[in-house]
């Protein structure tokens, strides 16, 4: 026979990371995806605007995001990474990996991890920079520094 003070049951959320090179955006929402509970930024928490991208920052996020969370009983959740995506960066920066790594330390359960950045079909061309700025070019196609 089982006992069921061991027995530990689950409320799940649902957390969103929106992460760019500049900023990190957390989002948690009830298992529907419907009702939002929180919402910070990493821009908030940063005492400087250049502190937006750093890990310390989406840490501190992090917190006060999972101290809501816990006093509404939520002690699971489900994650749903998202980098900016279409013709702009896939990668996903370090501050959505602090994120993860927080809310592990903090005691909170993962369910499942999934990757939600959008992929281009066939859209848009990308933009192109120009390197050769500070380039002329001459008649006969050799460069001029």
């Not at 933009?127 to 196609?141: D, H, L, S, V």
Request: aromatic residues 6%; hydrophobic residues 35%; positive net charge.
């Amino acid at each position: 026979m089982i006992n069921n003070k061991y027995i530990k049951k689950y409320l799940f959320g649902i957390l969103h990371i929106l992460s760019t090179k500049n900023d990190t955006i957390i989002h948690v929402t009830d298992i529907t995806g419907s009702e939002t509970i929180s919402r910070i930024s990493s821009g908030i928490v940063a005492t400087n605007g250049k502190d937006k991208k750093s890990n310390y920052c989406a840490m501190l996020a992090t917190q006060k995001v999972s101290n809501v969370c816990k006093v509404l009983g939520i002690n699971a959740l489900h994650i749903k990474i998202r980098a900016r995506g279409g013709n702009a960066s896939h990668l996903i920066s370090t501050g959505a990996h602090t994120v993860v790594t927080t809310l592990v330390r903090l005691g909170f359960k993962i369910g499942r991890i999934e990757d939600t950045t959008p992929t281009p079909t066939n859209g848009t061309r990308r933009k192109e920079f120009e390197f050769c700025i500070f380039m002329k070019k001459k008649k006969n196609n050799s460069l001029i520094i």
